[in-house]
């Protein structure tokens, strides 16, 4: 397998080259030369698979020839031996035709762990066998960081670098990340936003020089291997459902447009996706795409649902791609024309293409608290804000009947309740606990730094951190929430 960026104008590369990149040289998001596909019969007989055999069956086609099979399905099931639930990604009945996947059952409780428990692997696998060591930088809204630490924390051949946006993410998601104490370990709360913090890691990347001397890779769905790891779960509930031989639809809470891109992936892949549903929050960018051929940027609002304050969807260039028939002129010029202006021209044509399979729904704070409240007395399923905008979605349309010749609907459950005492307990009167690995976050030191959106700061942070490991005289950055 062969990747090409979005844009065009980088190097050809191999999975590992591609995994160790992160982002394209010339900006774009690398993209599979060509997708991979699964007759009826293969859908078929990937039923009944533990879930571990089935992500090593379904990646390892976006892998080739750079991991052995063999070694593929070992490090899979070796990342998902610490899940909680014994099904690793279990479905919930919530309504006629109405379902919900719940992917926290990993050891951050949220959905992020799906990819990056299996990507701490990957790493190190392919830095031993090429003897490199590099430097992560990423940017969260509260989940992918702390799932990003759990994964590569105290691994040898990798420092990380988180950056998050300060005061933006819910408690818990912030001291899973900077409790999280370990030599090649680095938390930076950014004054700003998601998407400043976002701009700086791309920034990182397109500053050549310090992007070679540090060796830069990431973990943020920029990097394709976070994808390919996510495509499994949706071939698991799909073929729980009667795939191949009956379409599914799936709604999927997101704000970088990484989790349903996942999805999108499955579809191409041959999977029969009746719809994919994108459910936004308050920040409904993505929405408005769908709805009104809108998408233009407005001010990031902090919501009940943090991991999905976004304006820039960073994953959104790659169905761009698709939806220009891969032509990465055009894909370059439209993307560039949106970051100068803030809006972003498409055609009607390519718009309209892009609502045959996707459609939007949004949802403001107040009816997610509403949301979260009915559910909780309908179903008896207690949802985080997240999850249950997915969830409202799939019941929605559902009964709306724009869904009734998409197959059965499956809602994706992102993060575990407990991430998101304050909000569950406004809503329902209920405060979930942490599980017990968690039970004492509140009490763990917390190491961090806080820091202006200013690259040139934030690169010399990263320096400061990844050069620790191999100089005595650096120290470790330290601090304490503002």
Known sequence: MRYISTRGE??????????????????????????????????????????PDLAARIIQPFVGDCIPAETLLTLCRDAYA??????????????????????????????????????????DYVLSQSDRRITIVGATSGDTGSAAIEAVRGRDRVDIVILHPEGRTSTVQRRQMTTAIAPNIGNVAVRGTFDDCQDLVKAMFADTPFRQEMSLSAVNSINWARIAAQIPYYVY??????????????????????????????????????????????????????????????????????????QVSSNFERVLFELLDRDPAATAATIRAFRETGRMPVADATWQKARTLFQGFRMDDTDTEAAIRALRQETGYLADPHSVIGIAAARSLRNAGSLSAAGPVIAMATAHPAKFPDAMERA???????????????????????????????????????????????????????
């Open 237 to 310: 509930a799909a073929l729980q459902l009667g795939a191949p031989d009956r379409a599914v639809a799936f709604s999927v809470p997101t704000g970088n447009f990484g989790n349903v891109l996942a999805a999108y992936a499955a579809h191409r892949m041959g999977l029969p996706v009746g719809k994919l549903v994108v459910a936004s929050n308050r920040n409904d960018i993505l929405y408005r795409f769908l709805s009104a051929n809108d998408m233009s940027a407005r001010p990031v609002e902090p919501s009940l649902s943090p991991s999905m304050d976004i």
């Open 10 to 51: 980088a190097p050809i590369r191999d999975f590992s080259g591609v995994l160790l990149a992160g982002l394209a040289e010339d900006g774009g998001l690398y993209m599979p030369e060509s997708w991979p596909q699964f007759s009826h019969d293969e859908w078929r007989a990937m039923r009944g698979l533990p879930y």
């Open 428 to 482: 329902t009167g209920e405060r979930p606990a942490l599980p017990p690995h968690l039970s004492d976050l509140y009490d763990r030191e917390e190491r961090f730094t806080v820091a202006d959106n200013n690259l040139a700061d934030i690169e010399a942070l990263v320096r400061n951190i990844a050069h620790r490991n191999t100089s005595p005289a650096s120290s470790p950055v330290t601090g304490v929430p503002a």
């Open 82 to 123: 610490g899940f909680t639930h014994p099904a690793i990604v279990p479905l919930v009945q919530l309504d006629h035709d109405v379902y919900t996947q719940e992917l926290f059952h990993g050891p951050t409780l949220a959905f992020k762990d799906m990819a990056m428990q299996l990507l701490g692997r990957l790493f």
